[in-house]
């Protein structure tokens, strides 16, 4: 059973920052991409940011510049530096995985979820 817990998301002041952690565990033959999501009240999902296996990023274009996103390959995890933070990158952050869990079986694993609140 595969399995993603992410981290790391709490209540921090406009222009402030955060990093969130997703772990993947699990029976697991080999990580392709991995990305954040994130899902604010009356909205729906959005990518925020997605992480090849080879290491070639992609951001939403309201995130650009302010987070970054990386991965280690043998701790199974991927971070989210967020930084210069805004009201509006309040939400529910999601990690998302591509696991092929055997050779040429490879599923979408989705962790539960963490709180980001931007406020003052």
């Known amino acids: 059973q595969v399995q993603l817990v992410e981290s790391g998301g709490g209540l921090v002041q406009p222009g402030g920052s955060l990093r969130l952690s997703c772990v993947v565990s699990g029976v697991i033959f080999s990580i392709y991409d991995m990305g954040w999501y994130r899902q604010a009240p009356g909205k729906q999902r959005e990518l925020v940011a997605v992480?090849?296996?080879?290491?070639?990023?992609n951001y939403a274009d309201s995130v650009k510049g302010r987070f970054t996103i990386s991965r280690d390959n043998a701790k199974k995890t991927v971070y989210l530096q967020m930084n210069r933070l805004k009201p509006e990158d309040t939400a529910v952050y999601y990690c998302?995985?591509?696991?092929?869990?055997?050779?040429?079986?490879?599923?979408?694993?989705w962790g539960q979820g963490t709180q980001v609140t931007v406020s003052s």
């Open positions: 998302k995985a591509e696991v092929e869990v055997v050779v040429t079986i490879i599923h979408d694993y």
């Open positions: 992480i090849t296996g080879g290491g070639s990023t």
